[in-house]
């Protein structure tokens, strides 16, 4: 049973734009804090965002000022909306949700490709 649907990966040049979506459950999307993640050939997996119910959010350094993580309550989608890519920005990203003792769900994963 797929938990979370990711979409919005592709190759784009240093300096673009993606945007990511991640799409789940009204349950899931409601009761918990949402974030991406990727990982690059060769390396580990690292937090990239995280948007709590609330909506504070949270950036790993290396994308603060560049991305923005957001929620739409409508459609129970959390997005990842990444402006001026660098290379070091590729990766697969992952989307995902995690509740303590209950479950720990991944997205499908969705490749990113910036070039220089």
């Known amino acids: 049973q797929v938990q979370l649907v990711e979409s919005g990966g592709g190759l784009v040049q240093a300096g673009g734009s993606l945007r990511l979506s991640c799409a789940t459950s009204r349950t899931i999307f409601r009761l918990n804090t949402m974030s991406w993640y990727r990982q690059a050939p060769g390396k580990q997996r690292e937090l990239v965002a995280t948007?709590?119910?609330?909506?504070?959010?949270n950036y790993a350094d290396s994308v603060k000022g560049r991305f923005t993580i957001s929620r739409d309550n409508a459609s129970y989608t959390v997005y990842l909306q990444m402006n001026s890519l660098k290379p070091e920005d590729t990766a697969v990203y992952y989307c995902?949700?995690?509740?303590?003792?209950?479950?720990?769900?991944w997205g499908q994963g969705t490749q990113v490709t910036v070039s220089s």
């Open positions: 948007i709590s119910t609330g909506s504070s959010t």
């Open positions: 995902n949700v995690r509740r303590p003792f209950a479950y720990d769900y």
